[in-house]
């Protein structure tokens, strides 16, 4: 029998890209549930949703993401990366399932100037931060099978994201500021999928705590330069401080991420997230 995967918030970027991996892993029976679908944050329908669907797996990608706004509603946030990924864990501890939470860089306040290892003391600095590590301790207070993989600065084809940002001001601007002081990895969404999904194909049970970006280190300055390198746009992009990009959220400065756990348990080898950028910019036809 196939074993059947539960992806929730399948309409966003890391959705749609689990979504576009499908026919490459035939032994997998998804179901892909977009907020319309199931609600995370409505436990009634989360329950009745597994009791009626038999579910193996659960890859939950349904997460309030709005940094900067989160800061002005903190209880919307909380409502989905808390409550929502509580409602998840309880019923995945009820029915055996195995949960996937994806979890992120800012659960650390990034004042280290070494890559963070999953030991290392969290401190976030804003309420997304904070409201996905109150989320992550639900799981970990409820589950005993989950793994928690933290990652960073995703970016993919599909959806918002940075790249896709810079790509759309190029064609409108001839200059483009960009901070230089915060330091962290890019991450293709397509390299975290399939991290994902050959946890559950070889059906691993090393539960716990994981980091995943793309191997190497770059400021975001670096990051836009290189998507225009790897896209042959010609623009000039100027380095600047946080300080003149002021943002509701306070971003980590540094928020590098140590990978020698996933690497070790999985065995795997991780792309540098140039190799990664140049397969996503391939990839994109807008
Ligand atoms: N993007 C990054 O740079 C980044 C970095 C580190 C970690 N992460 C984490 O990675 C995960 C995936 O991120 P992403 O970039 O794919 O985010 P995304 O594009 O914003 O997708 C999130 C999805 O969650 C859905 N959602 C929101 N509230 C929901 C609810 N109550 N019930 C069900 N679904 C709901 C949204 O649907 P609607 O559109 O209908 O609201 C959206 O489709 C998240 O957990 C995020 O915290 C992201």
């Not at 992806?7 to 576009?20: P, R």
């Not at 797996?57 to 808390?82: G, H, M, R, S």
């Not at 960009?178 to 070889?202: C, F, H, N, R, W």
């Amino acid at each position: 029998m196939k074993t059947k995967v539960l992806v929730t918030g399948a309409n966003g970027q890391l959705g749609k890209t689990l979504a576009s991996l499908k026919t490459k892993f035939k032994n997998l029976d998804f179901i892909f549930a977009s907020t319309l679908d199931l609600d995370i944050t409505k436990s009634n329908q989360v329950e009745t949703f597994f009791y009626t669907n038999k579910i193996d797996w659960c890859i939950n990608c349904a997460a309030y993401t709005a940094v900067d706004k989160a800061e002005k509603e903190p209880e919307k946030a909380k409502k989905v990366n808390v409550l929502g990924v509580k409602n998840l864990a309880l019923v995945c501890a009820n029915k055996n399932v195995a949960l996937i939470q994806i979890s992120t860089d800012f659960v650390f306040n990034g004042e280290k100037s070494v890559a963070y290892t999953e030991k290392d003391t969290t401190k976030p600095t804003g309420v997304y931060g904070t409201t996905k590590l109150e989320g992550e301790i639900e799981i970990i207070k409820k589950l005993e099978k989950y793994f928690i993989i933290r990652t960073s600065w995703l970016y993919s084809q599909n959806g918002n994201n940075f790249m896709k940002t810079m790509i759309k001001l190029s064609k409108e601007r001839k200059k483009i500021n960009v901070v230089s002081d915060q330091i962290g990895t890019p991450t293709y969404t397509t390299d975290l999928a399939e991290i994902m999904l050959k946890i559950i194909t070889t059906n691993n049970k090393q539960y716990g705590t994981y980091h995943y970006s793309n191997e190497g280190v770059a400021s975001w300055y670096d990051f836009a330069k290189a998507i225009f390198e790897e896209s042959n746009i010609d623009i000039n992009v100027l380095p600047i401080k946080s300080e003149a990009y002021p943002t509701p959220a306070k971003r980590p400065h540094f928020s590098v991420l140590d990978k020698t756990k996933i690497k070790t348990n999985l065995k795997i080898e991780i792309p540098h997230w140039r190799v990664s950028l140049r397969k996503a910019i391939a990839n994109n036809n807008e």
